[in-house]
Structure formats: C-alpha cells, structure tokens
C-alpha cells in the first residue's frame, strides 16, 4: 500500500483527499498546510498526522498530492523528487516554462512519475466526445472549442489567485483546462492568436477576458473563451466534424447532430457527482490512474510534458495579444 501525502488542505485538496480515502491501494499518512487546523480536519479523517511545513513529510512518503498555489509547485514538486516520491500536481504546472523543466528533470533524475491534473480528460462529457472523434463518427475534426464564462470580479478571488506574481492570472488558472481539452479532443496546436483584456482597475495585471484562435497541426482551428464578465453562466465543449457535430453543456450529456439531419441526438451520461460516496467521479478516475501507472511504472496519462505545453500554450496567447500577432509555437 503506497503511503502519500497531501500538501494542501484548501478546496481542490478537500477533492482529492475524499477521493483518496476510497482508494484501497493508498494511505494517506500525513497532510500538510500552513493553516494547520484545515490540514488537521482532513487528517484526523485518516488518522494521518499533519503537519505546518510540508518538508517534514520529505522522505516519508511514497507519494504526493501537491494541491497548493501554482507558485509553490515547481519548489515542493522538486522537493519530493529528490526525495524519490512520485508526484501529482494539480494544474497548472507552474508560473513558467523553466520551472516546469525544473520539475519535469528532476522527476526523470529520480526515476519517479510526475501526473499534472488536468481532470477535465476524466469527465463523462468529454470522454463520450473523445470516443466519437476517435471512432470516426464525426468524420475529420474541422473545428474544436471550449468555452467557459460567468460573472465575477477579481476581488471575489481568493488573495494569492488576485496576484500576478503567485497565480498567473486566471487564464492560466482556468482556461488551462480548455486548452488541454481542445489538444485532447481534436489535435496539437500549432499556431495560437490571443486576445487577452485586463478590465478590473484594482488589479491591473489581471486577465478577465482570455479569448484564443488556434491552428491545430491537422489542419481543423480551434477557440477558446473564458471570461469573468459575462452576465451569463456557460461551461462547454465541442467538435465540429466533416460528419456530425457533437458538443456537451455539461449536465450530464452530451449532442449530437449529423451533417443533413434535422434532428439532434441527447445522449446521457453519468454526472461527475457520486453523492452516495461524496465524491467526484472522474477525479477519483484520474487518481486512479496514477496509481496504476505507479504499479506498472509506466509514463502517466497526463505527465508533466502534457502539462508544460498547456502551460506554453496560455503563455504564447499572452504574448501574442501583447504583440498582436500571430504566433506560432
């Protein structure tokens, strides 16, 4: 049984650890947070110890679920490399490109595997729309999207996420997940256009609307919307293809629609909610994962390559809107 640790105890670790304490092949032994009495809810759940500095969890663990601000991983991520634990970071990898080599080499040093956790690969949605791409049913992808607006300000968000320095803004909070669901579904990116607005006067360096073209290498283009301003809630995703189209509002389902057919198909899916355990599905889905490429030590489905060109991806969007200019990458 792997012994792990959990550095964290916010709202993407509180997922994590439910997820967690229902996989038979792992222990948590050990929860570490500044804020100590969040870290000490979640332990007393495990019998787990827990834990103000999660370097007293260095050489204790056999692996780690790094669930912290974006500007901590590349630091703690390193860290347990070294001390030869296997290692799960949520998104996005780091701030920059040469702290996630730094990430992705000391991981391949020790000989241990780096998941980066781009969940949205593990949701009922997308896993149907992937299934219909790969099978052919829409015929060549020739144009795939994602999109994710809502209404909000900068100063909702919490205090670390509010700062450039330590978040990176939200497109690379957020909209990571589009763009990896655009590469999974449809293809690489090869070429990026952004166009990114900072329109909250108290934070300046703040993106709130983060807009993107994309050419993708087989030729189909791609676009991804995320927004805080819009008066309107909206999470999808879809593929248009030379066939059908296909595209999920979430909610557990999925459409599709056939090149010269009226009618649209609504076909059902599980939710990502198990409420009887409490539990995300497809969370518990990617960490299980892990744990099977552990066992078999195999590359991860996601490993810290996939999550360094998500991360190449926002930042390229960024520049290209600084520049006005077509990038590619």
């Given at each position: 049984m792997l012994r792990?640790?959990?550095?964290?105890?916010?709202?993407?670790?509180?997922?994590?650890?439910?997820?967690?304490l229902?996989?038979s092949?792992v222990?948590v032994?050990?929860?570490?947070?500044?804020?100590?009495?969040?870290a000490?809810?979640?332990?007393?759940?495990?019998?787990?110890?827990?834990?103000?500095?999660?370097?007293?969890l260095?050489?204790k663990?056999?692996?780690?679920?790094?669930?912290?601000?974006?500007?901590?991983?590349a630091?703690?991520?390193?860290?347990?490399a070294?001390?030869?634990?296997?290692?799960?970071?949520?998104?996005?990898i780091?701030l920059?490109?040469?702290?996630a080599?730094q990430?992705?080499?000391?991981?391949?040093?020790?000989?241990?595997h780096?998941?980066?956790g781009?969940?949205?690969?593990?949701?009922?949605?997308?896993i149907?729309?992937k299934?219909?791409?790969?099978?052919?049913?829409l015929?060549?992808p020739?144009?795939?999207?994602?999109r994710?607006v809502?209404a909000?300000?900068?100063?909702?968000?919490g205090?670390?996420?509010?700062?450039?320095?330590?978040s990176?803004?939200?497109a690379?909070?957020?909209?990571?997940?589009e763009?990896?669901?655009?590469?999974?579904?449809?293809g690489?990116?090869?070429?990026?256009?952004?166009?990114?607005?900072?329109?909250?006067?108290?934070?300046?360096?703040?993106?709130?609307?983060?807009?993107?073209?994309?050419?993708l290498?087989n030729?189909?283009?791609?676009?991804?919307d995320?927004?805080?301003r819009?008066a309107?809630?909206?999470?999808?995703?879809?593929?248009?293809?030379?066939?059908?189209?296909?595209?999920?509002?979430?909610?557990g389902?999925?459409?599709?629609?056939?090149?010269?057919?009226?009618?649209?198909?609504v076909?059902?899916?599980?939710?990502?909610a198990e409420?009887?355990?409490?539990?995300?599905?497809?969370?518990?889905?990617?960490?299980?994962a892990?744990?099977?490429?552990?066992?078999?030590?195999?590359?991860?489905?996601?490993?810290?390559?996939?999550?360094?060109?998500?991360?190449?991806?926002?930042?390229?969007?960024?520049?290209?809107?600084?520049e006005?200019?077509?990038?590619?990458?």
């Amino acid at each position: 049984m792997l012994r792990v640790g959990l550095i964290g105890a916010g709202g993407i670790a509180r997922e994590h650890f439910a997820c967690l304490l229902h996989m038979s092949r792992v222990r948590v032994v050990g929860v570490a947070d500044p804020l100590v009495d969040q870290a000490q809810a979640l332990a007393s759940q495990a019998g787990a110890s827990v834990h103000a500095d999660y370097r007293e969890l260095l050489g204790k663990v056999d692996a780690v679920w790094i669930c912290t601000p974006t500007y901590l991983h590349a630091e703690q991520a390193i860290a347990f490399a070294e001390a030869k634990a296997h290692i799960f970071c949520e998104k996005p990898i780091a701030l920059g490109l040469a702290a996630a080599d730094q990430m992705i080499s000391a991981a391949r040093r020790a000989g241990v595997h780096l998941m980066v956790g781009h969940v949205i690969r593990y949701y009922p949605e997308t896993i149907y729309l992937k299934q219909l791409v790969d099978s052919g049913e829409l015929g060549e992808p020739v144009f795939a999207f994602g999109r994710r607006v809502s209404a909000s300000s900068v100063g909702q968000h919490g205090e670390w996420r509010r700062d450039f320095n330590l978040s990176g803004g939200f497109a690379l909070d957020s909209a990571i997940h589009e763009v990896d669901t655009v590469r999974w579904l449809a293809g690489e990116i090869t070429t990026v256009y952004g166009r990114v607005q900072h329109d909250d006067p108290e934070y300046p360096e703040i993106d709130t609307d983060f807009r993107t073209l994309f050419t993708l290498r087989n030729g189909a283009t791609a676009a991804v919307d995320f927004s805080i301003r819009v008066a309107m809630r909206e999470w999808s995703w879809g593929v248009v293809g030379r066939k059908a189209t296909a595209l999920s509002p979430r909610r557990g389902e999925v459409r599709v629609a056939r090149v010269g057919e009226r009618e649209e198909r609504v076909i059902g899916v599980d939710s990502v909610a198990e409420p009887i355990r409490r539990i995300n599905r497809s969370m518990l889905a990617e960490n299980e994962a892990f744990i099977d490429a552990i066992e078999a030590d195999r590359p991860p489905p996601i490993p810290g390559e996939e999550g360094r060109r998500n991360l190449e991806v926002i930042l390229a969007a960024h520049q290209s809107s600084r520049e006005q200019r077509l990038l590619a990458i």
